[in-house]
């Protein structure tokens, strides 16, 4: 698969991940509450419209790619901003790369995400990247 089908690929992932893993959360927009429209009921307390307007806020995406030598395992992870939960994330992984893993951090003590990381090995004979990305929405008060 080439490079550029690959991210187009990853970035369709991502945005399933947003869905996905927002765990019901929803967006306001022009038209209305995403949970609304897909029929999801809120199951998380993070912008679940109980007080007032509702709706996330603040939402963005954040990235750290590392570039793996040849035989080379790394874990590569990404914050949101202070004050910011990931509400989902992904990774990039280049050709030859194999995934160990991938999913949110959480600060021990604490309960909500506030980043995401992957880690894998470059099985190949050349340089390779290995990249990571949150959705990051302001943090309930």
């Not at 187009?8 to 399933?16: E, L």
């Not at 927002?22 to 307390?45: K, V």
């Amino acid at each position: 698969m080439k490079f550029a089908s690959r991210v187009a690929v990853i970035g369709a992932a991502t945005a399933s991940l947003v869905v996905l893993g927002a765990g019901g959360a929803h967006a306001q927009d022009n038209d209305g509450p995403l949970s609304s429209l897909l029929g999801i009921p809120c199951l998380i307390s993070v912008g679940c419209g109980n007080d007032g307007d509702g709706g996330v806020t603040g939402a963005q995406r954040v990235s750290n790619f590392e570039e793996l030598a040849p035989g080379e395992y790394d874990v590569v992870s990404v914050d949101c901003p202070q004050g910011q939960i990931a509400t989902g994330g992904g990774f990039l992984a280049g050709s030859g790369v194999v995934l160990e893993a991938s999913g949110p951090n959480v600060v021990l003590g604490q309960t909500q995400p506030t980043g995401w990381r992957t880690s894998g090995t470059n099985n190949s004979q050349s340089p390779a990247l290995l990249g990571v990305e949150a959705v990051c929405v302001d943090a309930a008060q």
